[in-house]
């Protein structure tokens, strides 16, 4: 069956419904309608709209991963004992280029070095900075 989902990332301000199959979930999401656009994503029709806003929040989520399994020290365990980045330690933005930076609290130069050849080889050159 045919599903609209509102969802609101957590990578911007954008709010959109997208649609998909309660019958096959892991098919790809497709964007609906694109209900408030943040300043970053004005102008995209929903499709580019939808994409942009996926793609930033999908390389975010795969970047916090990255670090979460390589650097223990900013990661925490939830109650059901899930891995998951530690927000006091680790904050991140988008800058003008829409590139993803992460700051790691304290980061060790050679820890920000390794994460970030890791996080380079995973998701691309360019597409990611590690700050500390
Ligand atoms: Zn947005």
């Known amino acids: 069956m045919k599903k609209i989902?509102?969802?609101?990332?957590?990578?911007?301000?954008?709010v959109i419904d997208f649609e998909w199959d309660t019958d096959n979930p892991d098919l790809p999401h497709v964007g609906k309608e694109i209900?408030?656009?943040?300043?970053?994503?004005?102008?995209?029709?929903?499709?580019?709209?939808?994409?942009?806003?996926l793609?930033?929040?999908?390389?975010?989520?795969?970047?916090?991963?990255?670090?979460?399994?390589?650097?223990?020290d900013y990661a925490k365990l939830t109650d059901r004992g899930e891995s998951i980045i530690d927000r006091e330690k680790v904050s991140y933005y988008f800058d003008a280029d829409r590139k993803l930076v992460i700051t790691a609290k304290d980061i060790k130069n050679q820890d920000k070095t390794n994460i970030q050849a890791i996080i380079d080889l995973n998701i691309g050159?360019?597409?990611v900075i590690v700050n500390g």
């Open 35 to 53: 209900v408030k656009a943040c300043d970053a994503h004005k102008g995209n029709d929903v499709s580019n709209g939808y994409a942009k806003v």
């Open 5 to 14: 989902t509102r969802w609101s990332p957590d990578t911007c301000d954008c």
């Open 55 to 72: 793609d930033e929040n999908q390389r975010k989520n795969k970047a916090f991963k990255l670090i979460t399994d390589n650097l223990i």
């Open 125 to 127: 050159t360019d597409k």
